[in-house]
């Protein structure tokens, strides 16, 4: 079982539909970052969490410490916003534990 | 059996007045929404919240409030209503990490401003 696991691994929506991506991590973390990737692009952090919810935009990411889960949060998606995101947490001991990425596909 | 309750099907207010609708759901879900649906312009999400005390806007929150202070209870609130809110109102909830079409929703408001 991996320690970060995120959901859906696959993503469709429609323009202009609310979207959440899931991450839940099984290890204590000093820090969770939302990362994006667009197809042939680089990768990009959107956010750096430890604690309540940060927003940038129409981006909204949240992350409860009790429950190791963090949320990403896309209001009004765009075609523009498809790409592959990736929750990756920084471990107890220093190390970047990455999850398997949830490649979303928004279609005018 | 999923549910998600909305406290009138029909309501009649006056230009001006203050108007609560309220939604509930019993499936212990975190995120929960408002809606409105008019002719020619689909569903718009006027707000959402993803927590308890948690909300935010959505396309078109202007006219409009929302209060979440219990998990399986959601209102939308018209401080003043116009004639321009008559509409049908939507609550839906779903699952954090859920995708848009697990989305269950209620029966709907159709509010009248008079």
């Known amino acids: 079982k991996n320690e970060v696991e995120q959901s859906p691994q696959n993503l469709t929506a429609q323009e202009g539909e609310f979207i959440t991506i899931n991450c839940s991590y099984s290890v204590g973390i000093s820090a969770l970052h939302w990362l994006q990737q667009h197809p042939g692009g680089g990768i990009v952090s959107l956010f750096m969490l430890s604690s309540g919810k940060k927003k940038h935009g129409r981006l909204i990411a949240t992350i409860n410490i009790q429950e190791k889960h963090s949320s990403l949060h896309i209001t009004a998606s765009h075609p523009r916003d498809s790409a592959v995101y990736t929750c990756a947490v920084i471990s107890g001991t220093d190390k970047l534990i990455f999850g398997t990425g949830t490649r979303l596909q928004v279609f005018p | ?114």
């Open chain 2, 1 to 114: 059996d999923v549910k998600v309750t909305q406290s009138s099907r029909y309501l009649v207010k006056r230009t001006g007045e203050k108007v609560f609708l309220e939604c509930v759901q019993d499936m212990d879900h975190e995120n929960m929404f408002w809606y409105r649906q008019d002719p020619g312009l689909g569903l718009r999400l006027i707000y959402f919240s993803y927590d308890v005390k948690m909300k935010e806007k959505g396309d078109i929150p202007e006219g409009y409030s929302v209060s979440r202070e219990k998990k399986e209870r959601f209102s939308l609130i018209l401080e003043s209503a116009s004639t321009n809110q008559t509409s049908m109102y939507l609550c839906a909830s779903s699952l954090a990490g859920g995708s848009t079409d697990t989305q269950y929703f209620g029966p709907g408001t159709r509010l009248t401003v008079l």
